[in-house]
């Protein structure tokens, strides 16, 4: 088999950018066979290609024999219910984020994946800029010694109130089981485990329609504790029209920060932790050599896809499997109860807390927005 062959469910804005991705060329080992969507009109894009078939109930595109795999990126509930079919056909799932809403339903996935034997990806695309690639090969390698603190302000997720009217769904514990953690920045969630690994506890302050008319949250501040006493402080909304977007790491050994498309890198020449104890003077600091990285943004989305390919057809990695979608909803879900219960959460989850929550918000929810 020299390509895979991919069904894709879902044709809204990212199941169709995902489409001509693979169209365009941009997936050599990837062909477009079948396509789903329950609004027929949706998939008048495949209409110009005959190779293409459509469906409107994705079972029958799954059992019809015409693909290999399955690219899902339908609305954040049905993206479990999508993939457990697909593993009791054996067929590989590539999913968008989140990979589901709550951590039960991950979780449970991964062990459908690994019990059919097939494999089971999320679309990370972030992890394919060279900037965060470059800060997780630092960090990993020690060159920043032992790991102090970590520092994300992710503001520059501006919508609004037009954004939020435009669908029923959207912004709502029914539609969408969240707001900004759930919707805009899961992505940074992903990177924050990926590049400085995963919080034992979490604090966390979830204002829920503090900038716009939507029962969900829309600014979130949430504080993060590591094993060996490293800290973690990542704030995020979709309520500045100014935003930023500034990810700082400290170490023992240096710093580094992320902006404007820009890796800098500050290198302590001395350990800050034996510098303080030997240093005869009391304002004295380290000496430090300085470094930066620039490089284009990649197109993320093919990237993802064909690494994804390449890894059912040649057994390579992927640029995220089926468990990191459980580590960044983890964090999400552990914030989620956090802030609803004005205290600490642990981290694994306690999942039947985080359900029991969210289908008590889900049951009292008005059908018309806050």
């Not at 630092?138 to 669908?167: F, H, P």
């Not at 504790?225 to 995020?236: D, L, R, V």
């Not at 029991?356 to 889900?362: G, I, P, S």
């Amino acid at each position: 088999m020299e390509k895979i062959r991919l069904g894709i469910v879902g044709l809204g804005n990212m199941g169709s950018g995902h489409f001509y991705n693979v169209m365009g060329g941009k997936c050599p080992s990837v062909k477009v066979t079948a396509v789903c969507d329950i609004i027929a009109d949706k998939m008048e894009k495949a209409n110009a290609h005959p190779e293409v078939v459509c469906f409107t109930d994705y079972i029958e595109m799954l059992d019809s024999g015409l693909v290999d795999a399955v690219l899902i990126a339908v609305p954040h509930y049905d993206h479990p219910t999508v993939a457990k079919e697909c593993f009791k056909r054996r067929i590989h799932v590539l999913t968008e984020k989140p990979a589901g809403v709550y951590a039960r339903q991950v979780r449970e996935m991964n062990e459908a994946a690994e019990k059919s034997g097939v494999k089971f990806g999320i679309m990370f695309n972030q992890r394919t800029n060279p900037m965060y690639a470059k800060a997780r090969e630092i960090v990993s390698s020690g060159q920043l010694g032992e790991l102090k603190r970590m520092v994300w302000i992710i503001t520059n997720w501006y919508r609004t109130q037009a954004y939020y009217d435009s669908g029923s769904w959207r912004a709502t514990w029914n539609g969408e089981g969240g707001g900004v953690l759930l919707n805009q920045a899961p992505h940074n969630l992903d990177l924050w485990q990926w590049i400085f690994g995963m919080p034992k506890r979490v604090r966390a302050f979830c204002e829920f329609g503090k900038y716009h008319n939507i029962g969900v949250e829309d600014d979130v501040t949430i504080f993060g504790e590591y094993e060996n006493g490293a800290t973690a402080a990542f704030i995020t909304t979709t309520g500045d029209a100014c935003g930023t977007n500034r990810l700082e790491i400290t170490g023992d050994r240096g710093k580094i920060v992320i902006e404007h498309g820009k890796l800098s890198w500050w290198k302590l020449e001395t350990p800050e932790r034996e510098f303080c104890f030997t240093s005869k003077e009391g304002f004295a600091t380290p000496s430090t050599t300085y470094e930066e990285f620039t490089a284009p943004e990649p197109e993320g989305h093919p990237e993802v896809l064909e690494a994804f390919a390449q890894s059912i057809l040649k057994g390579t990695e992927m640029i995220a499997d089926g468990k990191e979608g459980l580590n960044s909803l983890s964090i999400s879900n552990a914030a989620y109860i956090s802030a609803w219960t004005n205290d600490w959460a642990d981290i694994p989850t306690d999942e039947a807390l985080f359900e029991k929550h969210l289908n008590e918000l889900c049951k009292n929810e008005k059908s018309s927005k806050k």
